[in-house]
């Protein structure tokens, strides 16, 4: 099954020098005043995705946030008026991890 490009946006604790973006091929990287990088693009497919992931877990950065949604031009009005399939749907999904989830607590 083959699905549109859709925006990938990924959030990651600490600020990146703008020399990672070329690594991560179209993807625009910002640093935010928070202290994290965004990067934002668009994504061909799930599979992107992952791969966008693994070069984060590479890095050895801490994953903050991924959205990913539909671009503007794939959001439209159901057809007949009635509720989109469920193979149209176009709802962004988000995981996020906890930065404390590995830490082991301490007495």
């Known amino acids: 099954m083959s699905r ?12 990146l ?17 928070d202290g994290t990088t965004v990067l934002r693009g668009e994504v061909a497919d799930q599979s992107a995705v992952h791969g966008l992931l693994a ?7 801490a994953l903050l946030s991924v959205t990913v949604s539909a671009t503007s031009d794939q959001v439209a009005a159901p057809p007949s008026g009635g509720p989109p399939a469920a193979s149209d749907r176009s709802s962004p999904s988000r995981m996020r991890s906890s930065p404390n989830r590995n830490s082991s607590a301490k007495s």
């Open 17 to 33: 020098d703008q020399h990672w973006s070329a690594w991560f091929g179209d993807m625009a990287l910002s640093r935010e005043a």
């Open 55 to 61: 070069k984060v877990r590479d890095l050895g950065a």
């Open 4 to 15: 549109a490009p859709a925006h990938c946006e990924i959030r990651i604790e600490g600020h």
